[in-house]
């Protein structure tokens, strides 16, 4: 710790300097420089602009800057540059990795069955079917309510005792149930369920509406030349539909990686750290624990790994968009 | 397009499949709310409370200040949803109308706020609030809500702005209207029920936000309904099931009320921003 605090010490001048300049020269409006914008328009743009600027881009370089400092709450003292000492502690913090690694296994684990179950909703809901209107409606629901709410709903059915889950199980002769939530092997893929279910519907209403510009007449003249119907969705409907899937799985998996209120109701982390997804462990770290500089590396490194996803995930959009 | 009798019904028993899957939580939470104790502590719930009572709802309330919560999630979610309207309108139509540099930048963001992970923004934003002193305040929870909703709005919006046909602008600009004349006069009255449809989404998305209520809000006078729930669920396995599930209906209603009401034109939206080039 000696050693890192003299290390703290010798850079903390020269960063200071250093960052100063830079922030006089970040906050630039952007889009100065390029075509005239006449006054009309930017009247229009005023209001919304400096909102985002004052409580969205701001704060980002603000967390980013933090995170090269030692800032705690409730602190007398002024708060100082660091350094990547809060990076370096955390490439040691095997709980912050273990944390990691869960994150990464609950987005995937959420993100790939939700895709494909939502897909065969928007296939069906696309069909002729009866009570379709209905049917839409109903499968929308999960939407529109509060993740908190969403979270105690499924702990009741998840309920040891009173739960509908062990009942059933118990009815069908199955064995006894089991506390779903709080056992070590059932905790993480219990609450992966609950994750699929609650962003099923979104994935399906933004696959139908691409599955709604796929070509009609495609698909009857490959159903004439009697393609069956996996040869139909292969040839036809899923060259249209790639872009919106490609656009929805990755921004799915963002939200995922970042997703916090599910959780914190279903487990708060639990059992032992098993569903401990980083969001969480950056909250506790932050506002229970005050270590405002540290959580905010932790952001940086949670930012770092999605932003290579974000970038293959437009990458493969403009390349969509070159074949259209 | 002909479709086998077979497959026909595979499709209508997979379709109920889904919507059995996707509804039971919701009716489980139904039955829960309307039990009394007696039914909630037997090894053998049933899916219809044998003897439906109301006394989980009176309970609810006698144990948090719900009505109080639900004042507060009110306010913030009109105020976001209001001015975050107003000032996305405006933004949307210039991002639709003019290929600028500015527009690109914006577009940008929208994008990339969706890729922000929540911690790296609260944090600056405590600071910055605490020093104005609008912590475990409602209107610090409106800005952040404001901002927080931006996104979806302007894609919504752009969209929805892309549909008004450009011939009439072209025309009140003919006449010698500015911008700001032309978006208050001809294109906001066309973008009316789409303005609507993007304030009662901004608002569902305020009401049921958690996160930052959660942060934001330290006493429990100023807390919105969905961080009062959460102090239902007391410690683990302790949870009074009774007024927790009434409560977290009661909570629910006005979404899906208002989701019921503009769900054709969010389906719409998304469509509106999937085939925009």
Redesign the interface.
């Known amino acids: 710790m000696t050693l890192a605090t003299a290390r703290k010490r010798s850079t903390k001048r020269s960063m200071k300097r250093s960052t100063k300049r830079s922030t006089k020269r970040a906050p630039g409006v952007?889009?100065a420089?390029?075509?005239p914008?006449?006054h009309?328009?930017w009247?229009?743009?005023l209001?919304?602009?400096i909102?985002?600027l004052v409580?969205?881009?701001?704060?980002?370089l603000?967390?980013?800057a933090?995170a090269f400092t030692d800032s705690q709450s409730g602190r007398t003292e002024p708060t100082q540059w660091i350094g990547t000492l809060n990076f370096q502690d955390l490439l040691h913090d095997t709980l912050f990795w273990d944390s990691f690694r869960i994150g990464l296994l609950w987005a995937v684990g959420v993100t790939v069955p939700q895709f494909l179950?939502a897909l065969?909703?928007a296939l069906?809901?696309n069909?002729?079917?009866r009570f379709r209107p209905l049917?839409?409606?109903?499968?929308?629901?999960?939407?529109?309510?509060?993740?908190?709410?969403?979270g105690?709903?499924?702990?009741?059915?998840y309920?040891p005792?009173?739960?509908?889950l062990n009942?059933t199980i118990?009815d069908l002769g199955l064995g006894e149930g089991r506390n779903w939530l709080?056992s070590l092997a059932t905790a993480l893929p219990a609450v992966i369920v609950v994750g699929v279910?609650a962003g099923?519907?979104q994935t399906t209403?933004?696959l139908?509406?691409?599955l709604?510009?796929t070509p009609r007449e495609l698909?009857?003249a490959a159903?004439m030349d009697g393609a069956g119907?996996w040869r139909r969705f292969r040839t036809v409907t899923w060259p249209a539909l790639k872009p919106?899937a490609l656009?929805i799985t990755a921004?799915n998996f963002?939200?995922n990686?970042?997703s916090?209120?599910l959780v914190?109701?279903l487990t708060n982390g639990?059992p032992g750290g098993r569903t401990r997804l980083?969001?969480l462990f950056?909250?506790e770290e932050?506002?229970r624990y005050g270590q405002?500089g540290y959580?905010?590396a932790?952001?940086?490194v949670?930012?770092a790994v999605?932003?290579v996803i974000?970038a293959c995930y437009?990458v493969g959009r403009l390349k969509a968009?070159e074949d259209a | 397009?002909?479709?086998g009798k077979g497959?026909r019904a595979g499709?209508?028993l997979?379709?109920l499949a889904?919507?059995v899957?996707?509804?039971?939580?919701?009716l489980?939470?139904l039955s829960?709310a309307f039990k009394p104790p007696r039914e909630?502590?037997?090894?053998?719930?049933t899916?219809i409370p044998e003897d439906p009572t109301l006394a989980n709802f009176r309970q609810a309330f006698d144990e948090q200040p719900l009505l109080d919560a639900a004042f507060n999630s009110l306010i913030a979610a009109l105020g976001a949803a209001v001015i975050a309207v107003?000032?996305?309108t405006?933004?949307a139509?210039?991002m639709a109308r003019?290929r600028?540099?500015?527009a690109k930048?914006?577009t940008g963001?929208v994008?990339?706020?969706?890729?922000?992970?929540?911690?790296?923004?609260?944090?600056?934003?405590f600071?910055?609030l605490k020093n104005l002193r609008l912590i475990n305040s409602v209107p610090g929870l409106i800005?952040?809500y404001?901002?927080w909703a931006?996104p979806f709005a302007?894609w919504m919006l752009v969209g929805y702005v892309r549909a008004v046909p450009t011939e009439l602008e072209e025309a009140a600009a003919v006449d010698g209207a500015?911008?700001?004349r032309t978006?208050v006069s001809i294109t906001a009255p066309l973008l009316a029920p789409g303005i609507v449809a993007t304030g009662l989404f901004a608002f569902?998305s305020a009401?049921?936000?958690?996160?930052f209520a959660?942060?934001l809000l330290k006493t429990p006078e100023k807390q919105t309904?969905?961080v009062v729930?959460?102090h239902?669920?007391g410690a683990?396995?302790v949870?009074d099931?009774g007024p927790?599930?009434a409560a977290?209906?009661l909570?629910?209603l006005p979404?899906?009320v208002?989701?019921?009401i503009i769900?054709k034109r969010?389906?719409g939206g998304?469509?509106a921003g999937?085939?925009k080039?």
């Open positions: 952007g889009g420089g390029g075509r914008v006449d009309g328009a009247f229009l743009v209001p919304a602009l909102p985002i409580l969205s881009v701001g704060p980002l603000y967390g980013i933090l179950l065969g909703l069906l809901l069909e002729n079917l049917a839409r409606a109903l499968a929308i629901i999960p939407w529109a309510m509060p993740e908190v709410v969403v105690i709903m499924w702990r009741l059915v309920n005792d009173a739960g509908i009942e118990r709080s279910w099923m519907p209403v933004a139908l509406a691409g709604q510009n698909h009857e159903a119907a919106v656009a921004l963002i939200w990686f970042n916090f209120a914190y109701v639990g980083p969001m950056a909250y932050a506002f405002f959580a905010a932790m952001g940086c949670m930012v999605i932003s974000l437009l968009g | 397009m002909k479709t497959a499709q209508y997979a379709l889904y919507l899957f996707l509804a039971f939580p919701f489980w939470l829960t909630l502590g037997s090894l053998h719930p899916w107003l000032i996305a405006p933004m139509f210039v003019h600028t540099r500015l930048a914006a963001w994008v990339v706020s969706q890729a922000f992970p929540f911690v790296l923004v609260i944090i600056p934003l600071l910055v800005m952040v404001v901002v931006l302007l500015g911008r700001v978006l569902i009401w049921n936000e958690f996160f959660l942060v309904l969905p729930l959460t239902f669920l683990e396995g949870a099931l927790l599930a977290a209906f909570a629910t979404s899906l208002v989701f019921a769900q969010i389906t998304m469509l999937a085939v080039s």
